[in-house]
């Protein structure tokens, strides 16, 4: 665990947060993440819901989101994503982010809440999208998609010169998700890009692994909505 200077004020805010956690308790999720093969350190099983109700009584903070990060506990790194101002950390806070980043549960959050809203996140996805653990590469692909809704298509260079990337991430089977989401949000947002990605779905639709040929058609099924 990672130590912090006192300071009481966080120190009460996250006091009133972990009993929170203690009431909202629910055994009954924990099982059935554990029987996902989402592992924590430790977890309450409180929803998703919850966490998001529980977010609106504080204010956005950094330091509070830090601490909270840095406890290792299922709920407290999620809310730390909810809370987190995602202009106002470093580089190198999100980046020392990514080691505790071990299931696809905390991926997603940290893409949607976290990096998939902040600005200039290039200089992070590219450290990301090559990162050892799988998961890690796989918050990079998320949130490259939802960068594209809630930010803006400035990444769009970055996806079109690198889709034979894309196209080897999909080997492994926990990226095809996050590969598929990438694409879909890009051509979603920038025409410009529907042609390039809807050529490599097009070939992963004629593949003879089915889950890549399902994932094919569904992107290209996105683009044609979209069109």
């Known amino acids: 665990m990672k130590f912090f200077p006192y300071n009481e004020n966080l120190e009460r805010q996250q006091k009133k947060i972990m009993s929170r956690f203690r009431k909202l308790m629910n055994g009954e999720t924990s099982h059935q993440l554990e029987l996902a093969g989402i592992n924590y ?3 309450y ?3 998703l819901v919850h966490l998001r109700q529980l977010m609106r009584e504080f204010e956005p903070d950094n330091n509070l989101a830090e601490r909270l990060w840095h406890r290792n506990i299922r709920e407290s790194m999620i809310l730390a994503t909810m809370l ?16 505790k980043i071990n299931n696809i549960e905390l991926a997603e959050q940290v893409a949607f809440n976290l990096l998939g809203r902040r600005n200039n996140i290039q200089q992070i996805i590219e450290k ?30 970055y996806v079109k010169e690198n889709l034979p990337i894309f196209d080897a991430l999909v080997t492994d089977k926990i990226m095809i998700r996050s590969v598929a989401h990438c694409l879909k949000m890009a051509a979603r947002f ?15 639709s004629k593949s003879g692994d089915l889950q890549l040929q ?14």
């Open 214 to 227: 399902m994932t094919g058609i569904e992107v290209l099924d996105e683009i044609m909505i979209s069109l």
């Open 84 to 99: 987190a101002k995602p202009n106002d950390l470093a580089d190198d806070q999100i980046i020392e982010w990514a080691g």
């Open 45 to 47: 099983g409180v929803s």
């Open 128 to 157: 990301w999208i090559f990162h050892q653990v799988v998961y890690v590469r796989y918050s990079a692909l998320m949130a490259i998609g939802w960068h594209f809704r809630f930010v803006g298509t400035e990444l769009s260079l």
């Open 41 to 43: 350190r430790k977890a």
């Open 190 to 204: 920038n025409s410009e890009l529907s042609k390039p990605v809807a050529k490599l779905a097009g070939e992963w």
